[in-house]
């Protein structure tokens, strides 16, 4: 018999890895499929930064690191946050790892005793509750619709906390919402955080970047730096400079936190690609117009997805503010037939008509924690987007 810790029995696989196997099934067998399911930008990373890994191979930079990171990459970290976050952090307060993911991961495996309580605030992106289970913590779901824009409110942190309160997660700009925290929004969080000493906040910021219109990316630690004794500020290079292959992400905060994460690291993936390292250092210090270029391109997109599905019946999609997915609502569907017969009784049988009936890959609401919804990535060509509003716009016609 196979020999599986208890634990497992908790952990979901992941939703976006999962339609990822369905739209190469169905592309295998020879259908053409509109990929909306997408977590990553859809450009190469670019030339310079591509260089700048090569070149560190080429130079022999091909052994272990330091645990933490190199000292150049943490240095250049540092002096990011620094620069672009107002976080002024010694670079022995950060930690290098495989990805933000991977920080993440670390940070609960660190910290969390069986049964401690995580608050995840619904939408959320699929691994944390994950992550939280897996190493014996509790994730406590705090839901916001859209009347809310999605964003937990002061009171329902409030209402949340309990004695075993670890953590509270926040991710702005929000996958899969694409929703921004505004400044009042975190002061009124972080006040409630001041209540509270025994709770610690990680802020995962990996969409810092990309905001849309009048939105600004606001960090709680810049509203309330007086936090930053128990903030875990969380980001990475995998959206910012489409670097997700390279697995780059970082974690800031107090020093015993990021001591004790770097353990965990040194006894389980040493240190972080070497290359992929030297090809950050050059990413966070090299030109930014890659990144002003990628935000244009998307906010271009952001539009034109909005505007094709709501001009579909029975979807109601809200501008996003940031990130680069749309969560729109398809609660108008609900209880209609499709022309096989089957009545689309939640999002799960909306997300399968879309794909089996037109090819349009999406994700369910369910698998971010709000039902009736769907996610669809705009990382993709604006004539993805076109065609895939097309079809969508064919497969509600189609039901009665
Ligand atoms: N945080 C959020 C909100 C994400 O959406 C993702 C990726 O999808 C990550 C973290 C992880 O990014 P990475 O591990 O590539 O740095």
């Given at each position: 018999s196979l020999l599986l810790a208890e634990r497992l029995s908790t952990v979901k696989p992941s939703p976006s890895m999962a339609a990822k196997v369905r739209v190469d099934a169905l592309r295998a067998a020879g259908r053409r499929i509109i990929d909306f399911t997408i977590g990553e930008p859809d450009f190469p990373t670019p030339a310079h930064i591509v260089e700048a890994g090569a070149l560190a191979l080429a130079q022999g930079h091909t052994r272990y690191t330091a645990s933490a990171g190199t000292p150049a990459l943490r240095n250049a970290i540092a002096a990011k946050l620094a620069r672009e976050n107002g976080f002024v952090v010694p670079p022995s307060q950060v930690v290098v790892g495989c990805g933000a993911k991977h920080i993440i991961y670390n940070a609960f495996a660190a910290t969390l005793n069986e049964g401690d309580e995580v608050i995840v605030p619904a939408p959320y992106w699929v691994s944390y509750p994950d992550m939280v289970a897996i190493n014996g913590g509790k994730p406590v779901i705090v839901t916001a619709g859209a009347d809310a824009g999605f964003k937990m409110s002061a009171q329902a942190l409030a209402a949340a906390i309990t004695p075993r309160t670890r953590w509270v997660v926040l991710n702005t700009p929000n996958n899969p919402t694409g929703a921004v925290y505004s400044r009042s929004e975190l002061e009124a969080?972080?006040?409630?955080?001041?209540?509270?000493?025994?709770?610690?906040?990680?802020?995962?910021?990996?969409?810092?970047?990309?905001?849309?219109?009048?939105?600004?990316?606001?960090?709680?630690?810049?509203?309330?730096?007086?936090?930053?004794?128990?903030?875990?500020?969380?980001?990475?290079?995998?959206?910012?400079?489409?670097?997700?292959?390279?697995?780059?992400?970082?974690?800031?905060?107090?020093?015993?936190?990021?001591?004790?994460?770097?353990?965990?690291?040194?006894?389980?993936?040493?240190?972080?690609?070497?290359?992929?390292?030297?090809?950050?250092?050059?990413?966070?210090?090299?030109?930014?117009?890659?990144?002003?270029?990628?935000?244009?391109?998307?906010?271009?997109?952001?539009?034109?997805?909005v505007a094709g599905l709501n001009a579909i019946d029975d979807f109601s999609c809200t501008a996003p503010d940031g990130a680069f997915y749309v969560f729109p609502s398809v609660a108008g569907l609900l209880g209609r037939r499709t022309p096989a017969g089957d009545v689309l009784n939640n999002d799960v049988d909306v997300m399968r008509y879309l794909l089996e009936h037109v090819g349009v890959a999406t994700i369910d609401g369910a698998s971010y924690g709000l039902p009736s919804h769907l996610r669809l990535s705009f990382a993709t060509s604006l004539e993805e987007i076109d065609a895939g509003c097309l079809a969508i716009a064919n497969a509600v016609k189609d039901c009665t």
């Open positions: 969080l972080c006040e409630v955080l001041r209540a509270h000493p025994h709770v610690w906040l990680l802020t995962d910021e990996i969409y810092e970047h990309f905001v849309y219109g009048g939105a600004r990316h606001v960090a709680p630690l810049d509203v309330a730096p007086d936090l930053a004794t128990r903030t875990l500020v969380v980001n990475g290079l995998s959206k910012t400079y489409a670097f997700t292959g390279w697995r780059i992400g970082f974690g800031a905060g107090p020093k015993p936190l990021i001591d004790a994460i770097t353990l965990l690291l040194s006894q389980s993936t040493s240190c972080a690609c070497s290359a992929s390292q030297a090809a950050a250092v050059a990413a966070l210090e090299g030109p930014q117009q890659c990144v002003s270029d990628a935000v244009v391109r998307f906010a271009e997109r952001r539009d034109r997805i």
